[in-house]
């Protein structure tokens, strides 16, 4: 079985280091292509074996599952390319939210998923968030979260909760991790602590308090609850915290849909444009 990948940007190339060492995919199982071919050829480079296509229309003729890695606007032209080139047999799984499934679906035969991924899967750990077209049965479920199971939780959800799903598991990962280096500056100018000391205990804090919330059983009150004695320092500063922070989350979640929400307008308007006779008719032929 062959897994290709378009694209090998950040999520792309995540992805296959993902599964190459978690043992789930041998370097020579892989097929990638990008349309800058030095970001494939690096991973080439870094795992001998891997595969590199000369072209999209490759990676989508020889490719068992083949996985979308690219940006939103790019699949209406990048679906019109593979679309003659792919089979009923083959899974293709966008990791793009703002690109539905029944979009997908209307121009692709096979079984079509929407997987939205975590930088976290870097080290076979969080979930991977999936929704699953409507020729995708229930054994298939199974056997293709047997396959991401190496790498990540699989989680189905609901399309229409795509874009909050993602805000707590792809998107969560980058707030906490901004909210943890402002937590170090301070420590840092308060108190002249060394950085990189500084860094080392509060990256294995952020760890410690992600076991007791997975493993530990632990739900977020009960951390407060366990950590914060009334009249403490603690809860002094998680008054101050809740006073300072207010809206400040529901309003991060207002502009992650909105931005959402536009992304995946313009998508439907550039499918509209691809769907008409004259605009396929004139189509440029690219490789990547």
């Not at 121009?107 to 929704?131: E, F």
């Not at 229409?160 to 500056?185: M, N, Q, V, W, Y």
Request: hydrophobic share 40%; proline share 6%.
């Amino acid at each position: 079985m062959l897994t290709g990948f378009i694209g090998t940007g950040s999520m792309g190339s995540i992805l296959i280091e993902a599964f190459i060492r978690s043992g789930e995919l041998l370097p020579e199982e892989i097929l990638a292509v990008n349309r800058t071919p030095s970001k494939a050829e690096r991973l080439a480079r870094c795992f001998p074996g891997l595969q590199l296509a000369e072209s999209v229309t490759e990676a989508a003729s020889r490719s068992d599952i083949l996985f979308l890695c690219v940006k939103p606007g790019d699949y209406p032209h990048l679906l019109h390319q593979i679309a003659p080139f792919c089979r009923e047999d083959q899974w293709v799984v966008s990791i793009t939210s703002p690109v539905m499934v029944d979009q997908l679906e209307e121009r692709l035969p096979g079984k079509v998923a929407k997987v939205i991924p975590s930088v976290t899967n870097y080290v076979l750990g969080g979930a991977a968030l999936c929704i699953y077209g409507s020729r995708v049965g229930r054994k298939d479920r199974q056997r293709f979260e047997q396959f991401l199971a190496p790498i990540s939780r699989p989680l189905e959800v609901r399309e229409e909760h795509t874009r909050i799903s993602s805000d707590l598991s792809s998107c969560g990962p980058a707030f906490f991790a901004f909210l943890l280096d402002k937590l170090i500056t301070a420590a840092v100018e308060v108190s002249g602590i060394d950085r990189e000391e500084a860094r080392r205990m509060a990256s294995e804090m952020l760890l410690g308090t992600g076991m007791l919330l997975t493993s530990g059983g632990m739900c977020p009150q009960d951390i407060v609850r366990r950590v914060s004695v009334p009249g403490g320092i603690t809860e002094g500063a998680l008054k101050l915290l809740d006073q300072e922070l207010g809206s400040t989350f529901e309003r991060l979640i207002e502009v992650t849909h909105a931005k959402f929400r536009e992304d995946a307008e313009k998508v439907a308007e550039l499918f509209a444009g691809w769907d008409s006779p004259s605009a396929s008719d004139s189509a440029p032929s690219t490789s990547t």
